[in-house]
Nanobody, 118 residues
């Protein structure tokens, strides 16, 4: 399956962005991960294939919301109250297994850059 992430950009601290990830097909659990400068890739959010269950990293809980529209094969990450430490390349991923470890995902998008200025 192919994943295409979009929606990144430059935003001031306190602002909002919505990322999208379009999948070419299939029904998978979907995750968002991010990798900041000189950092390891880290878990951000995950949603199950029906959209009924979501989970978030503590660092984004209450600020980010993940959702999906299976009719459009697209998942979203709404990011509010952005902070400079949210600056990273954001990747979407798809897999049959549920989890917070990048190794549990089988397919990856190309990433979209989010830059939050202070």
């Amino acid at each position: 399956v192919q994943l295409q992430a979009s929606g990144g950009g430059l935003v001031q601290a306190g602002g909002s962005l919505r990322l999208s990830c379009a999948a070419s097909g299939g029904t998978y659990n979907m995750g968002w991960f991010r990798q900041g400068p000189e950092k390891e890739r880290e878990f951000v959010a995950v949603i199950n294939w029906t959209g009924s269950i979501t989970n978030y990293a503590d660092s984004v809980k209450g600020r980010f919301t993940m959702s999906r529209d299976n009719a459009k094969n697209t998942v979203y990450l709404k990011m509010d109250s952005l902070k400079p430490e949210d600056t990273a390349i954001y990747y979407c991923a798809a897999g049959l297994r549920w989890g917070y470890d990048p190794t549990r995902y089988d397919y990856w998008g190309q990433g979209t850059l989010v830059t939050v200025s202070s």
